[in-house]
């Protein structure tokens, strides 16, 4: 039997069946990692099903992946890359513009201010400080500012960048924002940090990266606590789209500056008409892609604030675009090879914590600002 190398370039167009029986394989490794996702022991570390189907796919592609036929693994790639956009437009149906009014300024302000300061902040550390390559310090930024995992798969897609950087993006989530779910409450209770229930919601809402994790931490506080929590928290989520836009347009700069400055370079030697007109071809800006999924999010989001749908429907979409995501995370591990982990590891995990930092305390101060301004 032939084995699978998911990162060389095929020889031929994969064939249909082949695709199929790799799209099915994955989804029942979702399924199986549903099933233990849902154990007393996972639950209650508020680990979802996502990350625990990152950390099976990449153990499974990276010991057992000999036993996988290679012509399934356009059906691997497809789930990592096509399926997940469809499942992060289905996001949407998680919001409601009702929800985000409850919390009105107070959580909109707490949720922009959280979101910008920490790309910016995480851009510039992972680039500037940590050395990392553009695509890994963004993802890693996303992960920490946005919507943790689902932040990251939605920014891979957009950057099409290699699976290893959305893992080693994952890791950081899952090890700093467990970290906040276990330590925040405890804070609180232990009196060591001094916030009401509305700020404990604001706070928790704002700075810890995963919906679930979210949940969790703030179950421990209240159900008022968790309510406003979540509501910041989709507040957050419902900034990526605007996000992923303006990210967008900054990543196409550089490719207009090369521009320039090649055709003035060529203008200066003397290069031929010809010539210059060549380079300058092919050092044309790209045309920015506004990301469907991006928008297809916001109508989601519009379907959702209207109750076009009832609510069992959304229920049960919810629960198949969880196992989608599941499915994308899962093939995202098979595609990720720990050796390429190893060589940014350190600096990926040290940007995060960068982060984590501030969003510990510069989210405490963002609180403290926000309830003052607008209490």
């Known amino acids: 039997m032939s084995t699978v190398n998911l990162h060389a370039a095929p020889a031929a167009a994969p064939s249909t069946r082949g695709q199929l029986n790799g799209i099915l394989f994955v989804a029942l490794f979702a399924a199986a990692v549903t099933s233990v996702a849902s154990l007393p022991a996972i639950a209650g570390l508020g680990l979802s099903p996502l990350i625990v189907g990152i950390v099976a796919g990449a153990i499974y592609g990276n010991v057992l992946r000999d036993g996988m036929p290679a012509s399934w693994a356009d059906g691997v790639n497809f789930s990592a890359r096509k399926l997940l956009r469809i499942a992060v437009a289905f996001f949407g149906l998680r919001v409601s513009l009702q929800e985000i009014a409850q919390v009105g300024l107070p959580g909109l302000a707490e949720s922009v201010l959280i979101v910008v300061s920490t790309l910016a902040l995480g851009t510039w550390a992972g680039m500037k400080l940590m050395k990392l390559d553009r695509d890994t310090a963004l993802l890693t930024a996303a992960g920490s500012a946005i919507c943790g995992a689902a932040a990251v798969l939605a920014f891979e897609s957009t950057l099409q960048s290699k699976p290893h950087k959305s893992a080693m993006a994952v890791g950081s989530v899952v090890l700093f924002g467990t970290l906040s779910m276990f330590l925040y409450p405890a804070l609180v209770r232990a009196g ?184």
Request: charged share 10%.
């Open 192 to 375: 060591w940090l001094h916030l009401d229930t509305v700020g404990a919601g604001l706070f928790f809402g704002g700075t810890i990266h995963e919906v679930a994790q979210v949940v969790g931490a703030a179950s421990n506080v209240g159900p008022e606590a968790t309510h406003i929590a979540t509501i910041v928290k989709m507040t957050r989520v419902m900034l990526l789209v605007p996000v992923l836009l303006a990210v967008g347009v900054w990543i196409n700069r550089p490719a207009r500056k090369d521009s320039t400055s090649n055709a003035a370079r060529n203008a200066t030697k003397g290069v031929t008409q010809d010539h210059a007109a060549g380079s300058a071809h092919r050092h044309a800006p790209r045309k920015l892609a506004v990301p469907w999924f991006a928008l297809g999010f916001l109508l989601c989001v519009g379907l959702n604030s209207v109750h076009v749908l009832p609510d069992t429907a959304t229920h049960t979409l919810n629960l198949l675009d969880t196992f989608a995501l599941t499915m994308a995370m899962t093939a995202l591990g098979m595609e990720t090879r720990i050796a390429q982990i190893r060589e940014a590891g350190p600096r990926a995990l040290m940007t995060g914590l960068i982060l984590y930092v501030w969003l510990f305390a510069g989210g405490l101060g963002i609180t403290w600002a926000v309830q003052r301004l607008f209490g």
